[in-house]
Nanobody, 118 residues
Framework: VQLQASGGGLVQAGGSLRLSCAASGRVFKDYVIDWFRQAPGKERELIASIIGSGREPYYADSVQGRFAISNDPAKNTVYLQMNSLKSEDTAVYSC????????????WGQGTQVTVSS
């Protein structure tokens, strides 16, 4: 199973982007899918999380109310809709999957760069 993150790019402050995390296999059922981001010189930050069934989404305070995580089981894809983007949202965004209740991640996707210009 592989995860493929995509959808990053350059956007002006206040704009929107939608990131996708696509799995090559049927991995999302019973899995937790997390979106992380890491800005230069900063630690990796967990920003959003969803269970494969679509229940219990989690958002970090830094993105609450602006970002929305959703999944499409038919496409084995989890989306991160990012609205009202700020310059401080500039980072490399990546997704990861772990079995519900597990400590360690089983799969990681490569990062996609998001740059927000002010």
């Amino acid at each position: 199973v592989q995860l493929q993150a995509s959808g990053g790019g350059l956007v002006q402050a206040g704009g929107s982007l939608r990131l996708s995390c696509a799995a090559s296999g049927r991995v999302f059922k019973d899995y937790v899918i997390d979106w992380f981001r890491q800005a230069p010189g900063k630690e990796r930050e967990l920003i959003a999380s969803i269970i494969g069934s679509g229940r219990e989404p989690y958002y970090a305070d830094s993105v609450q109310g602006r970002f929305a995580i959703s999944n499409d089981p038919a496409k084995n894809t989890v989306y991160l809709q990012m609205n009202s983007l700020k310059s401080e949202d500039t980072a490399v965004y990546s997704c990861a999957a772990k079995y519900y209740g597990a400590r360690d991640y089983a799969y990681w996707g490569q990062g996609t760069q998001v740059t927000v210009s002010s």
